[in-house]
């Protein structure tokens, strides 16, 4: 089965995550947004197309008569139908719950360039964005960064979920640390010592032969104006 995945072009946003997943796995999928014919409007128009179940908002896929929205939902069904993941239960929750907390400091790394409103400009929320960068970066990275090294130290072998594989969550947090590095990298240069299997994982992964075709394909977009973004200002030690 050949997925159609759906996400705004031009940014890799959240849609990143799921892409990563297929393409390390070799698994087809289209990418509707960036088909011939597609515009602006192509994602926004099908969201609102008559389905059973519908996404509230990106990325969300379809799976034959399927479609499943929520990027961690999107994984653990992937997960499940290619062994992305454990096979065990807790296996697989536990997977979900990593991703879920890359999922919450996602949420988190946006809220510091839009801490009022996602549709306000960042202009328009200048002084907040500066607040609540500043604890992002003093506080949040390292609680998150801590948590994963945490796990890491714990798992056995080299990844997330132990197993000698690579799970779908390690995709996921190589990126988010990929993010973080392009955002904040002042930040991630004070503190990555402190998280010294986090930042070899995220190598890990880069180094993945699964991922070198897509990496040199072009489709893994710039960070750009998207979830993780580079204001210097809301950057610093
Ligand atoms: N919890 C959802 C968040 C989805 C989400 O926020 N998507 C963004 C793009 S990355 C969007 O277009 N949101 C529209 C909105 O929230 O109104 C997930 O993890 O997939």
Same mark, same amino acid.
């Given at each position: &089965?050949?997925?159609?995945?759906?996400?705004?072009?031009?940014? *890799? #946003?959240?849609?990143?995550?799921?892409?990563?997943?297929?393409?390390?796995? #070799?698994?087809?999928?289209?990418?509707?947004?960036?088909?011939?014919?597609?515009?602006?409007?192509?994602?926004? %128009?099908?969201?609102?197309?008559?389905?059973?179940?519908? *996404?509230?908002?990106?990325?969300? &896929?379809?799976?034959?008569?399927?479609?499943?929205?929520?990027?961690?939902?999107?994984?653990?069904?992937?997960?499940?139908? !290619?062994?992305?993941?454990? =096979?065990?239960?807790?296996?697989?929750?536990?997977?979900?719950?990593?991703?879920?907390?890359?999922?919450? &400091?996602?949420? =988190?790394?946006?809220?510091? !360039?839009?801490?009022?409103?996602?549709?306000?400009?960042?202009? /328009?929320?200048?002084?907040?964005?500066?607040?609540?960068?500043?604890?992002?970066?003093?506080?949040?990275?390292?609680?998150?960064?801590?948590?994963?090294?945490?796990?890491?130290?714990?798992?056995?072998? /080299?990844?997330?979920?132990?197993?000698?594989?690579?799970?779908?969550?390690?995709?996921?947090?190589? !990126?988010?640390?990929?993010?973080?590095?392009?955002?904040?990298?002042?930040? &991630?240069?004070?503190?990555?010592?402190?998280?010294?299997?986090?930042?070899?994982?995220?190598?890990?992964?880069?180094?993945?032969?699964?991922?070198? %075709?897509?990496?040199?394909?072009?489709?893994?977009?710039?960070?750009? %104006?998207?979830?993780?973004?580079?204001?210097?200002?809301?950057?610093?030690?």
């Amino acid at each position: &089965m050949t997925y159609n995945l759906w996400y705004w072009d031009g940014i *890799p #946003g959240r849609g990143e995550f799921v892409r990563l997943a297929l393409e390390a796995a #070799g698994i087809p999928y289209r990418e509707c947004a960036r088909e011939p014919g597609a515009t602006a409007r192509t994602v926004a %128009d099908d969201m609102q197309s008559d389905r059973k179940h519908p *996404p509230f908002a990106p990325p969300y &896929m379809e799976a034959g008569q399927l479609t499943l929205g929520q990027t961690a939902n999107i994984l653990l069904y992937l997960g499940e139908k !290619h062994g992305l993941a454990p =096979e065990s239960v807790s296996g697989r929750y536990w997977v979900n719950q990593l991703q879920l907390t890359i999922a919450d &400091m996602v949420a =988190e790394a946006h809220d510091t !360039h839009h801490p009022i409103a996602a549709s306000d400009y960042y202009e /328009d929320q200048r002084e907040e964005a500066a607040r609540r960068a500043e604890n992002f970066r003093t506080e949040r990275i390292p609680k998150f960064l801590a948590y994963f090294e945490r796990v890491l130290d714990s798992a056995q072998g /080299d990844w997330l979920a132990g197993g000698g594989r690579w799970s779908y969550a390690d995709l996921s947090l190589f !990126h988010l640390v990929d993010g973080l590095l392009y955002a904040f990298p002042k930040r &991630m240069v004070s503190v990555s010592a402190r998280y010294p299997k986090v930042m070899a994982l995220h190598e890990r992964v880069a180094n993945l032969s699964a991922l070198q %075709d897509y990496f040199a394909s072009g489709r893994r977009l710039p960070f750009g %104006d998207g979830i993780f973004r580079y204001y210097p200002e809301l950057d610093g030690k």
